[in-house]
């Protein structure tokens, strides 16, 4: 079965409304529930739920989709295993078409077998780290360094952190005492093969403070260890667990499901970069803190952080590695549109030192006094101008990146602001310098400059556009009987804005009256791109009526035409002055013809 029948049948054997309200509250007025959003943190409520369509939208943060999306944003699941939970919730059988198809579950139960079998030795391991802590004599010099690093005895039991001993085989020989294969071992990144002796095993982790990862559903998924050891030259501060089928460093942050928890309210999350640094934040009682798993942060997690919080507040390193690190992250906010700002410690301090100089409420000061990171970047960078002109375009060119990447038309005003009052220079020479950098890389690229059309066109063209386009989409949802109207005009072809001409060219295929039924269901599984069914949905959910829909509908595409062929008359004349500016007599003649022939339909009627 592939995935399409896969979400077919399960969206048809589960009631969106009952999987929803395990989770929000929702109330009732006619056909539509209403409530909290889950995702994003409102005091009225802004997030619709449609029982007849099976669909839900917010429209305070824009996220919608069916059954299967929910469940896939707010579990944090793939497709495949938000088909599995919700099968498994409400014992749907999972029915097999083809011998392709009972390979495929074959395959599919194959990979869930080892996903459990991963799970059960990762759990196996975090006992055994978590009685050496406590329970054994070499574990002194864990208990010893938690001691020293201030790390009160709650914490260090509500974390289940452990203790790896320095022999070579401690955690290899309880799992052999327990029957567990060792190459299941070396699948969960607890063991390696040696290179020498094709069956020879020794523990990956040895003399280390062990921090376990779970996932979302408490789960434990792999360890990051940090070295005990007294020359710590020899080896790695810190080691972490390698990817594994259960584990993905690049999609995961550590203690997410904690700080989701705690984030409800305030929709604000501190980032901080490792292990130590977290536990020393809930050491103070303050659990709206995260970390990254020991590489860069990448845009899943990102957009992980975005699902949690409206604010992100880094807490990195105050020295030059940490700010490096922090500075390469403003990219990625910027591509997600994700509000991020920075904390700046002093001088050769990290959060565990400043919190265990200064406390909480120093911290809080510092929070209070925090940046956004553009800003921030954008300061570091007008920071290096020599006063010359020179350096004043050089400066400009470096900030280009950061302003070509903010979405928020509002933050990019605050950026133009501090640039121009940095470097004195008024808002259109900033512009046309940052458009002519644009142009050059446009240049060197190859990409292919505007057309004349878009350069003549101005933002109130477009937006009045794309709101007729809009419009007309709309009705198409709300009275499909109108799509054969709306066909027969070829104004589709002509639409500007990708998202609703992609939207149009799916309800132009869309069953319909009097063959079928009008399914909103088949069209929103039609489009499979995330950001087209959070529109979708949006259209769907909009209230609205028309007394007269079909005569409407007939204005609005005959506006939408006439709106065409001025346009197309306008660039006409600049081509035909064009033309005759340059004496090409010929082709002035055929372009007058083409006026002529534009203009002849509309004189007739």
């Not at 386009?469 to 066909?487: G, K, N, S």
Request: hydrophobic letters at 35%; proline letters at 5%; a neutral charge.
């Amino acid at each position: 079965m592939n995935a399409s029948s896969l979400a077919t049948l399960i969206k048809q054997s589960v009631n969106i409304v009952d999987v929803i309200g395990q989770f929000v509250p929702l109330r009732r007025s006619g056909t539509r529930y209403y409530g909290l959003c889950p995702f994003h943190h409102e005091k009225t409520a802004s997030f619709h739920v449609d029982a007849e369509n099976q669909l839900y939208y917010c429209f305070g943060c824009g996220s919608g989709g069916d059954v299967l999306s929910f469940v896939m944003r707010h579990q944090n699941l793939p497709f495949m295993e938000a088909v599995r939970h919700l099968s498994d919730r409400y014992q749907i059988h999972l029915p097999h078409l083809d011998d392709r198809s009972q390979t495929t579950q074959k395959i599919t139960e194959a990979a869930r077998k080892e996903k459990q079998d991963l799970f059960a030795v990762l759990s196996s391991a975090a006992h055994f780290f978590y009685g050496q802590l406590h329970h054994s004599s070499g574990g002194q010099i864990a208990r010893q360094y938690l001691a020293k690093r201030s790390i009160p005895d709650d914490v260090v039991e509500e974390q289940r952190l452990g203790f790896a001993p320095s022999r070579w085989n401690g955690l290899l020989n309880h799992l052999r005492s327990l029957g567990i294969d060792p190459q299941l071992g070396v699948k969960a990144g607890l063991l390696v093969r040696g290179s020498r002796q094709e069956n020879h095993y020794y523990d990956r982790f040895r003399n280390r403070l062990i921090f376990p990862i779970t996932d979302e559903q408490q789960r434990v998924v792999a360890f990051g260890g940090r070295t005990l050891s007294e020359d710590a030259s020899k080896e790695p501060k810190y080691l972490n667990s390698p990817e594994t089928p259960v584990y993905h460093k690049g999609r995961m942050l550590y203690q997410y499901a904690r700080a989701r928890a705690a984030c409800r309210e305030s929709r604000q999350v501190v980032l901080v970069e490792g292990y130590m640094d977290l536990l020393a934040f809930h050491s103070k009682g303050f659990y709206s803190v995260t970390a990254n798993l020991g590489t860069a942060l990448t845009l899943q997690q990102v957009r992980l952080l975005s699902r949690i919080a409206d604010e992100v507040v880094l807490s990195y390193d105050s020295d030059e590695a940490g700010e490096r690190a922090m500075l390469r992250a403003l990219p990625l906010f910027l591509q997600e549109g994700v509000s991020v700002s920075c904390v700046r410690f002093p001088r050769d301090m990290d959060p565990d030192d400043f919190l265990t100089e200064s406390g909480l409420e120093g911290f809080e000061k510092l929070f209070a006094a925090r940046l956004e990171l553009g800003t921030y970047a954008l300061q570091k960078i007008l920071d290096r101008w020599d006063g010359t002109s020179a350096g004043k375009a050089r400066v400009v060119t470096e900030t280009q990146p950061i302003m070509e990447a903010v979405r928020q038309p509002v933050l990019r005003g605050e950026y133009a602001q501090l640039v121009r009052d940095r470097l004195s220079i008024p808002e259109n020479v900033l512009e046309s310098q940052l458009d002519e950098i644009k142009r050059s890389k446009r240049r060197f690229s190859g990409s292919p400059p505007p057309s004349a059309g878009n350069a003549f066109r101005g933002a109130s063209a477009l937006e009045a556009q794309k709101s007729m386009e809009e419009r007309i989409v709309r009705w198409m949802i709300r009275y499909p009987e109108l799509i054969d109207e709306v066909a027969a005009s070829r104004v589709v072809d002509d639409f500007e804005e990708s998202q609703l001409k992609s939207i149009a060219k799916v309800l132009l295929m869309a069953p319909r009256p009097p063959s079928r039924p009008f399914d909103v269901q088949w069209v929103h599984d039609q489009l499979t791109d995330t950001q087209l069914q959070n529109l979708f949905t949006r259209l769907v959910m909009e209230p609205g009526e028309l007394r007269e829909p079909l005569l409407q509908m007939r204005d609005w595409l005959e506006a939408f035409s006439e709106r065409k062929r001025r346009r197309k008359a306008l660039g006409l004349k600049e081509a035909l002055q064009k033309a005759m500016a340059e004496g090409d007599d010929h082709e002035a003649k055929n372009i007058l013809t083409k006026i002529q022939q534009l203009n002849s339909p509309v004189k007739k009627v």
